[in-house]
């Protein structure tokens, strides 16, 4: 088993949480190349392979070269969340230590987090000015790139990868990204009200099916793959427990 991490917007962290979401595809990168006469094939659990004329791997016995792709996330996997998150508070114990007061952006909520040796060193040695942290702390900003590990309260277990065109999502795969109909008869992402901004699509928006509201929102963040049908890995997961040693880890 493996503990990684995933980026998720306030929305798409709440949805993890709660269990509205337990499906989530990202592009292919590399892209496979135009032409690929295998489609996919899955040579074990955890790869997956295409045929090419022209890709510029070891040739086989048919006469073709290999792409080989691994998936970045394996069944078994543990991913913690690193979501948005903002320092709204500073409680500095000097020779004992900080806490740092943290809002989650998803609802809201917040925690007291004791600043880990590896980020207090850090800053002693970065920062040499009368208070030793950076503007995020000092200033009660949001924390750069989500989240520190500390901080973590979702985790989940990768239990199936394949792979598929962008398209291929079905109804049912649309509910398990977080699509879900309303009491007007249209279908919506999984947002909570409080969510405002680029976010969260307009709260005028809706679509007729589950798959079509799924393609609003993949276009919005990934303009022009669904056009173009792309390759993404789908990954499903379930909620879990905190690994064993998780706050003692580097």
Known sequence: MSIKTW???????????????????????PHPRLGLLGNGEVIRDD??????????????????????????????DVVWVREPGKVIDVKDYAED?????????????GANIAVPTRLSDMWELKYKDRWPV???????????????KEAARTF???????????QDISEEDAFAEGIRPLQDGCYRPVYPAFLFGPDRPSSSHCEQ???KSFKTLWDSIYAGSWEKN????????????????????N
């Open 7 to 29: 980026m998720a917007k306030g929305s798409m962290a709440l949805n993890m949480m709660n269990g509205n979401q337990t499906q989530h595809r990202v592009p292919m990168n």
């Open 47 to 76: 790869y997956f392979v295409w045929d090419s004329p022209q890709a510029v791997c070891p040739i086989t016995d048919k006469g073709m070269y290999r792409i080989i792709r691994q998936a970045p996330y394996l069944p078994g």
């Open 97 to 109: 230590g900080m806490d740092l007061v943290i809002e989650y952006k998803a609802d809201g909520k």
């Open 134 to 148: 950076p503007n995020w702390v000092s200033e009660h900003q949001g924390i750069p790139n989500g989240i520190f």
């Open 156 to 166: 989940l277990k990768i239990t199936g990868v394949r792979i598929e065109r962008i």
């Open 209 to 211: 099916t589950a798959v």
């Open 230 to 249: 792309s390759w993404v890995w789908v990954y499903e997961f379930e909620r879990t427990d905190m690994p064993d040693g998780w706050l003692t880890q």
